[in-house]
């Protein structure tokens, strides 16, 4: 297996009236071809932001992006279309994403246009209706407009539209965070049988590791801009190190009567990413935090093997 996707020392920053808001700040990882990459936080820890990045919907402040083997960190706007054709996104509501004025069909079909992928109407709309096809959306619902569908089908057209294109790589922005949960293991059983059927390699956005749990090969966690832990997905469920990512699993709900309630409180709200210092920058909320915390910064540090942390204390916190 290939690796398809690498990251090296990424990072955006945004001049904000406060001061440098660092949303992306030095993160470092490689996807397999096929694979998914399940990215977790909070809101406001820079996911988002790392994605559109990595699709040049937003300019890069440093790093690299390596895509297939080609060093994509700097690409002109035609190389940039023709890379759109292989890098798509899929996102939390097509319904704000995309226009509400246009058919669910002509919405799916929009790229087919824009890439001159048809000669002819008719080809484009059996185009259309093939992939509608593919990801469950009824063949009714061609002529109808976003807002006559329910959320479970306006993700599926939005998955009709990121596929169209047979893109190799699709950025996962949330997909299933605005559906009930039984539409949500839907949509993720059919992004799974996609990847199966096509080869795809997903980057899959979320702040809820439940929802990664069972879509991912490796999962990373981020806090506040920054790598805190990443390793394969069965092992951070079975042992995780930061004392972040753990406050997280003890947050997932555990589907039993009477389970015990072994939630990590953290304290306080994530603290702003504006003009960060050489710190933990999850130490404020930290209930291992020691003074050297607050003034070093840690480096991510392969605990096992493909398992990473970035903590100063990590083998005192786990007794390893
Ligand atoms: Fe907590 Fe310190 Fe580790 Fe940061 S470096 S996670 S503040 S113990």
């Known amino acids: 297996m290939a690796e398809i996707l690498r990251v090296e020392n990424l990072k955006k920053h945004f001049n904000t009236r406060k001061g440098v808001l660092h949303a992306v700040d030095g993160v470092t990882f490689g996807v397999q071809e096929g694979q998914t990459l399940g990215i977790v936080g909070e809101s406001g820890c820079g996911k988002s932001t790392l994605g559109r990045v990595i699709l040049h ?50 919405i799916i079909g929009e790229p087919l246009k824009i890439y001159k992928k048809c000669d002819s109407k008719e080809a484009l709309q059996k185009k259309v209706r093939e992939t509608m096809d593919v990801v469950g959306l009824a063949e009714r619902t061609f002529h109808l407009y976003p807002h ?32 009930d949960v039984s539409i949500q293991a839907q949509i993720l059983n059919l992004m799974m049988d996609l990847q199966k059927e096509r080869n795809l390699t997903y980057l899959f956005i979320t702040h809820n590791l439940s929802v990664v749990k069972h879509i991912s090969d490796d999962i990373t966690v981020m806090y506040l801009g920054q790598m805190v832990e990443k390793a394969k997905s069965s092992e951070i469920f079975a042992h995780q190190y930061h004392p972040y990512t753990k406050a997280l699993i003890s947050a997932i709900p555990l589907p ?15 603290t702003s990413p504006i003009n960060v210092t050489k710190s933990c920058r999850f ?15 840690p480096a991510l540090e392969e605990i096992s093997k493909d398992h990473f942390v970035k903590c100063h204390f990590v083998r005192e916190i786990n007794g390893l």
Do not use: W
């Open 57 to 106: 919907l937003h300019e890069k402040t440093a790093g690299k992006i390596i895509f297939n083997g080609e060093d994509i960190s700097d690409v002109s706007q035609a190389k940039l279309k023709k890379l759109r054709e292989d890098m798509q996104i899929i996102f939390q509501d097509p319904y704000a994403s995309l226009n509400p004025r246009m058919t669910v069909g002509d």
């Open 283 to 297: 130490a404020p909320r930290c209930n291992y935090a020691k003074p050297e915390c607050f003034h070093s910064e």
């Open 148 to 179: 006559e569908l329910d959320g479970g089908r306006r993700q599926r057209m939005g998955t009709a539209r990121a596929l169209i294109l047979d893109p190799k790589l699709i950025v996962c922005d949330e997909p299933v965070s605005a559906l």
């Open 256 to 270: 039993k009567f009477n389970a015990p309630d072994n939630q990590i409180i953290l304290k306080g709200e994530i």
